[in-house]
């Protein structure tokens, strides 16, 4: 069971205790893509979503996944979060809208979970937002893209 840390000697799922681990500055960055019709891009650009202001909605979701991820993924650690930062860009072709999460903290585990729960949630709303003029939106991949801090140091991911 070498390198599976959720596992303890018996194979069981276990948390894993980082207790004793030193308190270091983490980071991770994470983005993700809602794919949708040229229409529902530009009624989202010219405020025209019925339901408000899809972006802003998106945005507080990001941020309330990223606090949310030890709720939602059953072993990951609450982590106390410094800072969550959510970026949302239009893209012309195909239609889209990029949203990034960079996720920060001072403490014992890393805060990969917290950016790509923040990515998530914050897509997850956007087509909540948009879903009357558009049901065949889709979302994805998300991925993450850079992480630094702790032992294992600093982690990007390879070009795309």
């Known amino acids: 069971m070498d390198g599976l840390t959720h596992l303890d000697p018996e194979g069981r799922v276990r948390m894993v205790d980082v207790g004793e681990k ?3 500055r983490r980071v991770a960055l994470a ?10 891009l530009d009624a989202i650009r010219e405020g025209e979503v019925e339901k408000g202001e899809a972006l802003a909605v998106a945005r507080l979701a990001a941020i309330q996944g990223a ?6 993924i059953p072993l990951c650690h609450p982590i106390p979060l410094d800072a969550v930062d959510v970026v ?7 239609p889209a809208y990029r949203l990034s999460v960079r996720a920060s903290a ?6 990969e979970m917290e950016a790509m729960a923040g990515v998530a949630a914050g897509l ?4 909540d937002m948009c879903k009357a003029i558009d049901r065949g ?3 994805g991949p998300i991925r993450l893209l850079e ?12 070009a795309k």
Do not use: F, H, N, Q
């Open 22 to 24: 030193p308190l270091t």
């Open 31 to 40: 983005e993700g893509r809602i794919r949708m019709r040229r229409a529902t």
């Open 67 to 72: 606090k949310a991820a030890s709720a939602l």
């Open 88 to 94: 949302l860009e239009a893209e012309e072709t195909p």
């Open 106 to 111: 001072e403490w014992r585990t890393g805060v």
């Open 124 to 127: 997850l709303a956007l087509y």
């Open 137 to 139: 939106m889709t979302l």
């Open 147 to 158: 992480k630094r801090g702790g032992r294992s140091g600093t982690w990007k991911a390879d």
